[in-house]
């Protein structure tokens, strides 16, 4: 079993509609981020979380909202879906005392 | 978090060594050299980073300047299944609850051919 999983791993929708991209992970690490991959854009940051308490931005998180419910979950709110939203999705985690990120395989989004 | 540069895409042949530069001229002393990859869509994977000293592991090996401006990731024998999108990334490493995280540029193709 993957140590990082996200589900759902497609998703199509409508514009306006409310989604919610969930993230848990059994590495046991308190920190946790949220991103998105558009075509040859590389990977950017929505927001992270250091612990349970703490929710940071990120680059982008202009129409996004997250939600850590526990340790091991993290989970990314699209209030009302738009277009440009349309995009691959990628929940990671890493230590506390820094060190590598450990993705998810990603959940991709289509907003029409 | 300083910049890095690299090129867009490299060609290796199989069973030959890929060596992927990174350019990061404006690196500060307290900042890392990270290195990612990304297999077709799949989640990024950490292979490797360094402060100023070389070093390898299991999957490759880091090979960073004395100045510090530019660093190689090297695969001593590249297969197939070495074909994926290569990511340098500089940071700072804080233990004290700083910004923790990684900002990936583009880039680099890694096509390696039959």
């Known amino acids: 079993d993957a140590d990082v999983t996200q589900t759902p791993r497609n998703r199509i929708t409508k514009t306006g509609k409310r989604i919610m991209l969930e993230c848990s992970q059994t590495?046991?690490?308190?920190?946790m981020y949220w991103y998105r991959q558009d075509p040859g854009l590389g990977l950017r940051l929505i927001y992270y979380?250091?612990?349970?308490?703490?929710?940071n931005k990120g680059e982008i998180s202009d129409g996004y909202s997250v939600s850590r419910q526990a340790q091991a979950k993290f989970s990314l709110s699209l209030e009302s879906a738009i277009p440009n939203q349309t995009a691959l999705y990628f929940c990671?985690?890493?230590?506390?005392?820094?060190?590598?990120?450990?993705f998810g395989e990603g959940s991709r989004l289509t907003v029409l | 978090d300083a910049k890095t540069t690299q090129p867009p895409s490299m060609d290796c042949a199989e069973g030959r060594a890929a060596n992927l530069p990174c350019n990061h001229s404006?690196?500060?002393?307290?900042?890392?050299v990270y290195w990612y990859r990304q297999i077709h869509s799949q989640g990024p994977q950490y292979i490797i980073h360094?402060?100023?000293n070389n070093e390898t592991n299991e999957m490759a090996s880091l090979i960073i300047t004395e100045d510090r401006k530019s660093s190689t990731l090297i695969l001593p024998h590249a297969t197939l299944r070495d074909t994926a999108v290569y990511y340098c990334?500089?940071?700072?490493?804080?233990?004290?609850?700083?910004?923790?995280?990684?900002?990936f540029g583009t880039g680099t193709l890694l096509a390696v051919q039959p």
């Open positions: 990671a985690t890493s230590e506390a005392a820094g060190g590598e990120l450990f």
């Open positions: 590495k046991g690490h308190d920190r």
């Open positions: 979380s250091f612990d349970v308490k703490d929710i």
């Open positions: 404006t690196i500060s002393g307290n900042e890392y």
């Open positions: 360094g402060l100023k």
């Open positions: 990334i500089v940071r700072a490493r804080n233990y004290g609850g700083a910004t923790n995280k990684l900002i």
